[in-house]
């Protein structure tokens, strides 16, 4: 995770110092570096499929029992609220730091990595000081976190009242991603977590539909408006499903 959240910080001063260039083609050297490692892995686990079916059938076992679990209704309720309201407000930053700060190439680049040094930082002190009975609230925290400071960023005067923002930004982000995965792994028996895992990343993929949301509001009430409204409209949403989640993520995995 730590890597995860320093990518966005390096990204951005990779495009700070050498242009989008540089930032592409170092990327693009890291995922050659990926596919070498992917390719020369041998390992594969002893145990044998624990159950037949297709992907598809293996996705909606995975669903019923998440049905069946309280706990991890919860967690993808939130899962869900993040994806569709929060993380788009990331396509923005861009936008919002050269139209309505007038950042040059330089200053974009590092308002972009503000929330990578956030995640960063974020990541660290939960591997540090995060005990398990306090994870469900340290999840749900980070994303209350996330989607009241981008809004403050969205409606920030001055680039440095948005580059706190994205800090702060960057570390509920970083409590969002670190706990989304580990509460569903603790919540689910040895034999269905690869399943649940599944349905998590099924959930990520609302994502896409977030980001044409925010395009469209973006369109009609310009971008810092969009944002704000993206992020007001996520904590109501978290508010009003309150009763799915507040139950099961009260208990300790």
């Known amino acids: ?3 995860a959240c320093s990518g966005p910080m390096l990204g951005g001063i990779l495009l700070a110092g050498g242009g989008i260039a540089w930032a592409f083609a170092f990327s693009a050297a890291f995922a050659c570096v990926a596919l070498v490692g992917a ?27 998440v049905k069946r679990d309280r706990r991890l209704c919860g967690v993808l309720v939130i899962t ?31 308002l972009s990595s ?4 956030g995640a960063l ?19 749900v925290a980070g994303v ?6 981008l809004i403050v960023f969205a409606l920030a005067p001055n680039p440095l009242l948005a580059g706190a923002a994205l800090l702060l930004t960057g570390a509920g982000g970083a409590a969002f991603s670190i706990l989304q995965a580990t509460l569903a792994y603790l919540a689910a028996p040895p ?19 977030g980001f044409i949301h925010l395009g469209l509001l973006a369109d009609a009430i310009g971008a810092p408006a969009a944002t704000a409204a993206m992020g007001c409209e996520g904590l109501l949403v978290l508010l009003l499903t309150r009763p799915l989640w507040r139950a099961a993520l009260d208990r300790p995995p």
């Open 114 to 117: 503000m929330d990578g040094v």
């Open 191 to 209: 034999e269905m977590r690869s399943r649940v895992l599944g349905v998590v990343s099924v959930v990520i993929g609302l994502g896409p539909i």
């Open 80 to 110: 869900a609220v993040y994806n569709l309201f929060g993380w788009p407000f990331t396509s923005m930053v861009p936008v919002i730091g050269h139209d309505s700060l007038q950042l040059g190439p330089k200053g974009v680049g590092l």
């Open 1 to 3: 995770m730590p890597a």
């Open 144 to 149: 209350v976190l996330y989607l009241a400071t």
């Open 39 to 65: 390719v020369a892995l041998r390992h594969r686990n002893s145990a044998g499929v624990s159950a037949p079916g297709t992907v598809l059938v293996q996705i909606l076992n995975g669903l019923r029992f």
């Open 121 to 139: 930082a974020g990541a660290i002190a939960i591997g540090l000081y995060a005990r398990s009975a306090h994870y469900a609230r340290l999840y």
